[in-house]
């Protein structure tokens, strides 16, 4: 097997996306805010094919928000000036992701504005796509925060579904939190992470983790707040 550097998962490139998120203070870049959980599937990747239906779970929701924004870019190409958003400022990310789906906020108000967001019943909007890796966010950065912040009295295993019983669950059907529970075993020891992140000891991990938790809290907390502006936190 040859060594594949692109396809292991880095707490770098990781970090990077994450921090290159937060456009101003109350928005997300959608290509960066991607690009994190496509780093994401490389971490779950590598843990065997026991959470292959976890890394497929974001595939499918990273893949239906870019399928959107690159219907949408053609769409905008074809007929340039009539985007319903031509008055707002063209971001440099804007020609991958279409003038529409640049950030959260362009998102949410292009989907409104196209009846595309469905309140009532589940249709597939990048809304409430978003919202679906959005709560998935809180249940990472509870168990980064805790991996950071336990003195090594509870496995990763065991604060991964501590964490997950808090947030996640709250919104997962019966079968899928059955099929969660037994996703946690794949969970490594912290010896892996260690290794994962390049330190040796608890403390050098904290330092590490934190850098993430808090790079998560601040798009978690931007994405919250657009979606939480336009009542969208319960999106079926
Ligand atoms: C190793 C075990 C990790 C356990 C992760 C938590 C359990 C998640 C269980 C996910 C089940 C997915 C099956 C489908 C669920 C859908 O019903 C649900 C709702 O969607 P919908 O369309 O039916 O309304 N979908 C979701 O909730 C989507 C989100 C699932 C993503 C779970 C996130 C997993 C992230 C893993 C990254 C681990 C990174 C550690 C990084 C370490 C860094 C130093």
Same mark, same amino acid.
């Given at each position: $097997? ?26 997300? +870049? ?15 990747? *590598?843990? #065997?094919?026991?959470? #292959?239906?976890? *890394? ?6 990273? *893949? ?15 007929? @340039? ?13 804007? #020609? ?9 906020? @362009? ?17 597939? @909007?990048?809304?409430?796509? !978003? ?5 998935? !966010?809180?249940? $990472? ?15 990763? @295993?065991? $604060? ?7 947030? +996640? ?26 290794? $994962? ?29 657009? !979606? ?9």
């Amino acid at each position: $097997l040859g060594f594949c550097p692109g396809q292991r998962f880095q707490v770098g490139v990781l970090l990077m996306h994450l921090q290159a998120a937060p456009l101003s203070t109350d928005d997300v +870049l959608l290509e960066p805010y991607l690009a994190s959980w496509d780093e994401l599937i490389k971490f779950m990747d *590598s843990l #065997g094919p026991l959470v #292959g239906f976890i *890394s497929q779970e974001i595939e499918a929701k990273t *893949s239906i928000i870019r399928d959107l924004a690159q219907k949408e870019a053609t769409a905008e190409e074809q007929v @340039s000036g009539t985007s319903i958003l031509k008055d707002e400022p063209t971001h440099p990310s804007a #020609g991958v992701m279409g003038r529409a789906y640049t950030s959260v906020r @362009s998102m949410i108000k292009a989907e409104l504005a196209q009846g595309l967001v469905d309140f009532t019943q589940p249709q597939a @909007s990048g809304c409430r796509t !978003l919202l679906r890796l959005h709560r998935a !966010l809180l249940w $990472l950065q509870l168990f980064l925060h805790s991996l950071a912040e336990d003195g090594r009295a509870q496995s990763p @295993s065991e $604060l991964c579904r501590d964490a997950y019983r808090v947030t +996640l669950a709250q919104h997962h059907t019966w079968w899928v939190r059955k099929a969660a529970e037994l996703a946690f075993v794949a969970m490594p020891d912290r010896a892996f992470f260690y290794r $994962l992140v390049c330190v040796d000891t608890q403390e050098e991990a904290a330092v590490v983790l934190n850098h993430v938790v808090r790079a998560i809290q601040k798009v978690y907390n931007q994405t919250q707040m657009a !979606l939480e502006e336009h009542g969208m936190l319960e999106l079926p």
